[in-house]
């Protein structure tokens, strides 16, 4: 047998249980195959456990359990590194959970927060440096760890009252569809809910809208005043959250 066909055998061993590929290693390796399989198995499950804490607070460890059995059966791991496990997890939940939003929106919250911790070290601007800036033509450059995903329910409020070990709101659906901004503000991995508006702004001014661009576009929406008034209030809060690290 060649080393690659036994690499292959091993592994369709591992992911799918496959008594052939177990027999062409022989009778012997039986034992030892079953203790790999179990440690392969019992890494991906804290993987999972340890990137989904508020997630299995919320709908239980038994259920909990139950999903991560189903998705190591469905997804196995394609990455190198055990870190990049825990991305397909949210649409397993998504399958499992069609009737509730909010179990995908807190494990989407649970990943977003675990990557944006490890994410690129990188220094914010702050308001003192934002005197000389030619704000007719700037752009702004966002952290690399900022991310963004739809919001439909309270999920951001559950997920506060877990980690606070505190009784959880019930499930509410919002009036109108928002958004969760995650991102890392120093060594503090952090979220809030925001506004379809802000995460619209957002998106086109990551995607190399200039700020006085954005202003144009929020004076259309809600007159002079309040338009300048809103993109001003913005930039104040993402200065203030750090999310801002350069402008061109």
């Known amino acids: 047998m060649s080393l690659l066909a036994l690499q292959r055998d091993f592994r369709a061993w591992l992911v799918h249980d496959d008594e052939v590929a177990a027999r062409h290693l022989g009778e012997a390796a039986g034992p030892g195959l079953r203790v790999y399989q179990n440690n392969y198995r019992a890494a991906l499950i804290a993987c999972l456990e340890e990137s989904f804490a508020r997630t299995r607070d919320w709908i239980g460890g038994e259920a909990f359990h139950d999903a991560v059995v189903a998705h190591i059966e469905r997804v196995p791991p394609s990455s190198w590194t055990l870190d990049a496990y825990p991305r397909d997890f949210p649409a397993t939940l998504a399958m499992l959970y069609p009737g509730d939003a909010e179990v995908t929106e807190l494990a989407w919250i649970d990943l977003a927060l675990g990557e944006a911790f490890v994410g690129p070290d990188v220094t914010a601007l702050t308001m003192e440096d934002l005197s000389g800036i030619d704000w007719d033509e700037a752009i702004l450059h966002f952290t690399p760890t900022l991310d963004l995903a739809d919001l439909t329910t309270n999920a951001t409020a559950i997920w506060s009252a877990l980690a606070d ?19 890392r503000q120093g060594i503090s991995a952090q979220f809030r809910a925001i506004d379809q508006y802000e995460r619209q702004a957002l998106l086109s001014a990551r995607a190399c809208l200039s700020f006085a661009e954005l202003c144009d576009v929020m004076v259309i929406a809600w007159g002079e005043a309040d338009g300048i008034a809103r993109a001003g209030a913005l930039l104040g809060q993402w200065v203030t959250d750090g999310l801002i690290i350069a402008t061109h």
């Open 165 to 183: 070990d505190e009784v959880p709101p019930s499930v509410e659906m919002l009036p109108e569809t928002g958004a969760i901004l995650v991102w």
